[in-house]
């Protein structure tokens, strides 16, 4: 199967596939970047908003890709990271019953 490749005309204007092609990676990549942006600076603003007693919880990646969970609470100073939810939330419970 042969594929064909036509060329757009605007305005006398010829683009060609590759221009196209890098066009729209161009496009993906700064749609990319503004989304990066944009979840960094509403986890900041998360942060500098938050009550400063409130426990935090954050979902985390290591170096290796793995995931893992971080709490901290501000009012006794402890804090706790395990891969496990269930972990977290026990240490939570734990935490109050005291």
Request: proline letters at 2%.
């Amino acid at each position: 199967m042969k594929e064909e490749v036509s060329c757009l005309k605007s305005a006398g204007i010829e683009l060609n596939s590759n221009y196209l092609c890098k066009s729209k990676l161009s496009d993906n990549i700064l749609t990319s970047v503004w989304k990066s942006l944009l979840n960094f600076w509403q986890s900041e603003m998360k942060i500098l908003l938050a009550d400063p007693d409130e426990l935090q919880v954050r979902q985390k990646i290591d170096r290796h890709g793995n995931i893992y969970w971080q709490a901290y609470d501000p009012v006794t100073g402890k804090s706790f990271s395990s891969g496990s939810e269930v972990d977290i939330s026990m240490w939570i419970e734990q935490l109050y019953r005291h």
